[in-house]
């Protein structure tokens, strides 16, 4: 039986898979695609002055005029039939085809200076698998341990030979099929050795990468984790944190939404060849498109790009896998692309860039993340701790942003599935965590917003995964004002106008963990908060947009005066979360805000507990906007509000 003692000092009988991967008899060929790329000779016309265009001999200009014409028609109809027969096989399955053009800096392959609205890329390996992907592999670990230090990585002991070994994790898609697991009724068979055949196409993947790279371990959660043993779970996905930073890199299948998937892509581009009018030759490539969607976004059709294309990328759990890793080596379907604290590369090199041009990198949140942690040591160009400590909470809440746009299968894992995140994050914060939100900034972590259309809405999970003030309580997208990547920058605030203006009080904030784990699940969690207080009903009305019927909520204070609500969850389901029309309804004030050139005020609407009496629970917030100065936090409802003191659960 094999012992790891982890990097915490802890130790447990794992499968001897986990402990050491040269102890499996493969009995895996994996075969290598040694076929070339498809080449075409063509002569491609892309403009009949100065694009390029068979070169031929010419008796008369009428002859030649002909001829051009010829060879224009021809080489458009088989280049055509080309991209038509290329679009057709990669859309069987149905969905959106782009193709790109470009050139390469490559000796014998160049294109006349003309032509300089070609774009110049790099091609990417034709398989992911291949001896050149490899290659390429080993040369970003090997640059990144030179320039970014390799102080970072963990190592793992195991108790038989008191030999220190560096591992990999491996992050991927359980997907719909059941894949191999460890439970307590096949703990011991583990621990003998597991049949190659049983294992997914993405373990076999992994493990083959794993011994190509040089290492003898592998960390898959699936495999080291006993899943049916509650206790050993709690035990487990605590130690997440220690466990993706701690190893040397992360394999993930990021192509792949099963088991099934593996690792590997084919990526071959398409070679196009000629003579310009001068007589130069040419060459260029065409290939897919390649998206560099790979941070979460959100409700729009880049969203379904990500999923569609990285559909790792899309699953909640994998969000702390990615961003607690040193290095993460990202199998994608067009090409391998590398992330590590320091850096972002791909192998068509424009991954920082989102295909935006070439000027400015896009900010990517791993390494915006990394950056906030080493400030926190370093300092940051003479920054003030609490500058570093306000940059560090405004990407807290960025990050939620990006996590609850992701999919969870169980919304009991809502807060354990970022709770390594969370560990890691309060080393440096010294704050403490408060499901999900934290006590330095809880002002701010408390202005969590839903604005989820009606129908892409749930119902509240009861029992409650976290206090409804949390934004772990729901499993719509929590949105924020002020976020780093998606909403305004540092310029856009106007100077000498602070933030946020609060006006509640927030008397005490207590918060019961039902595990072992304080960034896990929670027990109980209470908010008592002193502000003004309005009371209205609550309203529901129903109309047709785009065909569809849509559901929005008010509340109303008088025949004359009522605000919309952006709900929680969806209100009309049957359950303890059911809320209908004539609801009373408290509307706190909270905060006025600012965003670019505006300002928002924002409310919470709660409801009176069915589980606790003399309690409440928010259902929603409301937002009174008007540009800078214009919004009177005393008027309106608030005119004849009292102040009182609520307590939130």
């Given at each position: 039986m094999g012992?790891?003692?982890?990097?915490?000092?802890?130790?447990?009988p794992i499968p001897s898979f986990c402990a050491a991967v040269k102890d499996i008899e493969l009995g895996y060929g994996h075969v290598m695609d040694t076929s070339s790329w498809l080449v075409f000779h063509l002569a491609a016309v892309l403009d009949t002055t100065q694009s390029p265009m068979a070169s031929v001999s010419r008796s008369s200009p009428e002859v030649t005029i002909i001829v051009d014409i010829i060879i224009i028609i021809l080489t458009i109809i088989v280049i055509a039939i080309i991209i038509i027969i290329f679009i057709i096989f990669h859309l069987s399955s149905g969905g959106r085809f782009e193709v790109e053009l470009f050139a390469t800096e490559d000796d014998d392959c160049l294109i006349p200076d003309s032509w300089d609205y070609i774009p110049t890329l790099w091609r990417t390996s034709p398989r992911t698998d291949s001896g050149e992907a490899l290659v390429k592999i080993m040369g970003w670990i090997a640059q990144c341990i030179i320039d970014h230090s390799d102080s970072l990585y963990g190592v793992v002991k195991l108790l038989e030979t008191g030999a220190k070994a560096s591992y990999i994790c491996l992050s991927h898609c359980w997907g719909h099929e059941q894949i191999i697991t460890t439970t307590r009724l096949t703990l011991e068979e583990?621990?003998?050795?597991?049949?190659?055949?049983?294992?997914?196409?993405t373990f076999q993947d992994a493990i083959y990468l794993t011994r190509t790279?040089?290492?003898d371990y592998i960390w898959i959660d699936s495999l080291c984790i006993i899943r049916d043993d509650s206790r050993d779970w709690e035990i487990e996905s605590a130690k997440m944190a220690t466990v993706y930073s701690g190893g040397r890199l992360t394999i993930a299948a990021t192509r792949s939404s099963s088991g099934r998937g593996g690792l590997f892509a084919r990526t071959e581009d398409f070679k196009v060849s000629g003579k310009a009018p001068d007589g130069e030759d040419y060459c260029l490539y065409f290939r897919e498109r390649i998206d560099h969607q790979i941070d979460a976004v959100f409700e729009t059709a880049d969203s379904i790009s990500s999923e569609k294309y990285y559909p790792?990328?899309?699953?909640?759990?994998?969000?702390?896998?990615?961003?607690?890793?040193?290095r993460v080596f990202h199998f994608g379907r067009y090409?391998?692309?590398?992330?590590?604290?320091?850096?972002?590369?791909?192998?068509?090199?424009?991954?920082?860039?989102h295909g935006a041009g070439f000027e400015t990198p896009v900010p990517l949140i791993k390494l915006e993340y990394a950056d906030a942690l080493s400030n926190y040591d370093l300092g940051y160009e003479g920054q003030a701790l609490s500058n570093i400590e306000y940059q560090c909470a405004r990407?807290?809440?960025?990050?939620?942003?990006?996590?609850?746009?992701?999919?969870?299968?169980k919304s009991k894992d809502r807060l354990p599935s970022i709770g390594g995140l969370a560990r890691q994050m309060a080393t440096k914060r010294q704050s403490k965590y408060l499901a999900g939100l934290w006590e330095e900034s809880l002002k701010e972590d408390l202005l969590w917003m839903v604005y989820t259309r009606s129908k892409l809405k749930k119902a509240r999970p009861y029992p409650l995964n976290a206090p409804t003030w949390s934004w772990a309580s729901v499993e719509s997208l929590a949105d924020y004002g002020n976020v780093i990547v998606f909403t305004i920058m540092d310029g856009e605030i106007s100077e000498g106008r602070p933030l946020y203006k609060h006006f509640s009080t927030i008397d005490k904030c207590e918060v019961e963990e039902s595990a072992i784990d304080e960034f896990g699940s929670i027990a109980h969690g209470s908010l008592t908060i002193s502000g003004l207080v309005a009371e209205g009903l609550l309203e529901r009305e129903a109309r047709l947009h785009d065909g569809e019927e849509m559901i929005q909520h008010y509340v109303s204070?008088?025949?004359?005066?009522?605000?919309?609500?952006?709900t929680d969850y969806l209100l009309d389901d049957e359950g303890l979360g059911h809320t209908g029309p004539g609801t009373p309804i408290l509307y706190l004030r909270m905060s006025l805000y600012q965003e670019g050139q505006k300002e928002f005020l924002l409310s919470f609407a709660l409801r009176k507990s069915a589980r606790t009496s003399g309690c409440f629970e928010r259902i929603g917030t409301s937002r009174t906007i008007g540009s800078l100065g214009t919004v009177d936090p005393d008027g309106g409802v608030f005119r004849t509000a009292k102040s009182r003191t609520l307590v939130i659960i």
């Open positions: 012992w790891l003692r982890g990097p915490l000092g802890s130790q447990r583990r621990t003998k050795g597991i049949a190659w055949k049983d294992l997914s196409k790279l040089g290492f790792l990328l899309s699953r909640a759990w994998v969000y702390q896998e990615r961003m607690l890793s040193t090409e391998l692309f590398f992330e590590c604290n320091s850096n972002t590369q791909c192998e068509c090199k424009s991954i920082r860039y990407l807290w809440r960025t990050m939620v942003c990006c996590y609850t746009a992701l999919f969870l299968t204070f008088s025949d004359t005066m009522r605000v919309r609500l952006d």
